[in-house]
């Protein structure tokens, strides 16, 4: 007796484009028509499709979801997450936590350099140069500069004092020796070490200086020192020795530590990170929602130099507030406390909104959308602080959703310097665009120095293991009723060759399993 096949049960439902074939501008090169990807309009998706989605290289734009065309775009766009239970912070995010809590407990922003009773006073300088790492450079390679003319003109005049004209120095005179007491010249030199004669004109001139002094010990770091004093103290004290590694074994810190400090009785000011439901919307997201716009705005014109007309409540609504993710709660009470979903995570300083996170709550992961400030707090590093409470947020929620322990920063794109900086974030890993397998990224970054596009699974015998083959298996949602696609067929009087290659390359690209519970609207 033949299997009967069940109708499906309505779930997802979208709407595919064929838009894969037009180029567009690109956003990171600025080209005019080599940005490709394959959208779709996604009508309603249940958390658990979009994280299938999501780890098949397809991200959300509000009710939009697209998926690069990684063989065919200028900038290769691969997904990224980072393993957030095992997160590692470097000492560079260490510096802006501090520099934040630096802020909050005392009201400090950015310290000037001032002399006298000024000296610990702290101003605000939202623009320093002193923060441009190119002026940095450029102030100590003046003051070398000055030390080294200093010194020139101090050998220079002992030599002078010395022996007057050099032209008309003896040979019994080259072999005498100079002592100088200044800093740079207690060493005694020989006039013919320092002294050189050009034949063609008669003239003499100092040589070029020939480094270190090789009779000295090289100098040595100050942390080297420090380790050899905290060395010689332990075994004076019969002590063992201990390795840094060790060491940090003892008494690791973790990212809470630096983030949730102990403030002190009257801190400066008071920071509060809130996390509410934009779709659909919560009443503390509506009661908050035209302050959220406007440090929207400012933040677009500020740092991405966009018109006003751009920044409408229209089109905010459209990119960071709609959502086709379902909010969904387990019937058995389990995982988060405030379920699945999309939300905002909203940064209030003193009862003044001046940042938001704009975040999925899916079951296996934190899938950050945006996050924009107020550029009047452009010196505190509020994009690089707020990836950081939303590793820590991930963090908290693993402790009801044990499956939840991913953080997704979008796409990491190695041909654009200015994305970068989500490598940061370790251990981190990126997605193959040709068997969705998961590999660490610092066995990718060879391969993309080389290559903008490449296959990230080493092994060439792996394949997609999410593959569609069978037209047939795929939901439809027509005639007001799911069905599958077999069925859909029949209805439609018989198969249409074109619609059925649109209809497989769909299904190829959202994977089988989606492929087989998500309805495409037809």
Known sequence: ?????????????????????????????KSKSSNYSHGMWAHQLTVHDYQDLIDRGWRRSGYYCYKPTMHKICCPMYTIKCQAIDFKITKSQKKVIKRVNRFIDLGERVKSKLTGDDSNTCVFQEASSEGNPDWMAAQQTSHVASVNKEKFAQLKSSLQELKGDYSGASRETDTEVITESSDCLKQEVKLQDIVEENPATG????????????????CKK????????????????GLPLETSAQKQDINPKKLEDFLYQKMPPNPAHRLQVRLVRSQPPSAEFKNSFVESLNVYRRYQ????????????????????????LEAWRPADGSGPPQGYGSFHQQYWLDEKLVAVGVIDILPRCVSSVYFYYDPDFSDLTLGTYGSLREVAFVRTLHSNAPELKWYYMG???????KMRYKAGLSPSMLLCPETYTWHPIEECLPLLDKKKYSRLEPNPSVVDGNAFDNINELVVFY??????????????????????????HYAQLVGRTCAKRVLLLR
């Open 479 to 504: 005639d007001l009723r799911p069905m599958y696609y077999s069925r859909y067929r029949e209805l439609r009087g018989g198969s249409n060759d074109l619609e059925d290659e649109e209809v497989l």
């Open 222 to 237: 100050a942390k080297l020192l420090r380790l050899e004093r905290r060395k010689q103290k332990l075994e004076s004290k």
């Open 203 to 218: 003239t003499r001139s100092l040589k070029p200086g020939n480094g270190p002094d090789k009779d000295k010990p090289p």
């Open 1 to 29: 007796m033949a299997s009967v096949m069940m109708e499906p049960k309505f779930g997802s439902v979208v709407e595919n484009f064929k838009n894969e074939n037009e180029g567009y501008k690109c956003g990171y090169c």
């Open 411 to 417: 796409f990491y794109i190695h041909s654009c310097p």
């Open 301 to 324: 014109m500020a740092i991405h130099r966009d018109p006003e007309t751009k920044c409408s409540e229209s089109q905010y609504k459209r990119f960071l507030v709609k959502s086709p």
